[in-house]
C-alpha cells in the first residue's frame, strides 16, 4: 500500500503528463512555442495589450516577453501600436492572422479544466488554489518562470519536456 505523499506526487504526475502532452499538441497544431502561445492568448482577452501588462499577468519579465512579442510580430500574428494619448507607451494588438490561428488550435485542456473549476464552490475553487500554491512551495517552484530560458527558445522550438523552465 502507498503511502499519502507517493499516491500524491503520481496523482501530481498524471498531472504534469496531461500538461505536457497539450502544450506538445498545441506546440504541433500551431507552430508555436507554449511561451508564445501563453502571450498570443493573454494579447487575445482583450484583443490589444501592453507589454508590461502581459508580463505582469504572465508573471515574467518585460524582457521575456518582448521577445516573444518580436516572434509572434515577425509571424504577422501580432502589431505593435503607439498610443495616441502617449507616444512612448505601445499597444500589442492581436491581428487576424493571429486571430484565426487561435481559433484553428483551441486548447481543449484550458477549456475543459476552465468550464469545470468553475463549476466548483466558491470555497472548493479557493482550496484548489490553495492547495496548488502549497505544491509549488513544497516544490520550489514559486519562482520558475512559464517561460524556458530565452537560450532555450532561440530556435523557436520547444524545450524537451525534461527541461524544467525556470
Known sequence: MLDRASETLIALRRV???LDENARAMARASGLTQAQLLVLHAVARN???MPRDIARA?????????????????????????RH??????WVILTDEGRAL?????????????ARFRNLEEWEQA???????????????????????????????????DVIPR
Open 47 to 49: 484583443g490589444q495589450e
Open 85 to 90: 494619448t502617449d507616444r512612448r507607451a505601445i
Open 102 to 114: 487561435l481559433e484553428r488550435t483551441p486548447d481543449f485542456l484550458h477549456d475543459r479544466f476552465e
Open 58 to 82: 504572465l508573471g515574467v519579465g518585460q524582457a521575456t516577453i518582448t521577445l516573444q512579442i518580436d516572434k509572434l510580430e515577425a509571424r504577422g500574428l501580432v502589431r505593435r501600436e503607439r
Open 16 to 18: 504534469m503528463h496531461a
Open 127 to 161: 482550496m484548489v488554489l490553495a492547495v496548488t500554491e502549497r505544491l509549488s512551495r513544497l516544490f520550489d517552484a514559486e519562482d520558475v518562470s512559464l517561460f524556458p530560458t530565452p537560450e532555450a527558445d532561440l530556435d523557436g522550438q520547444t524545450p524537451a519536456p
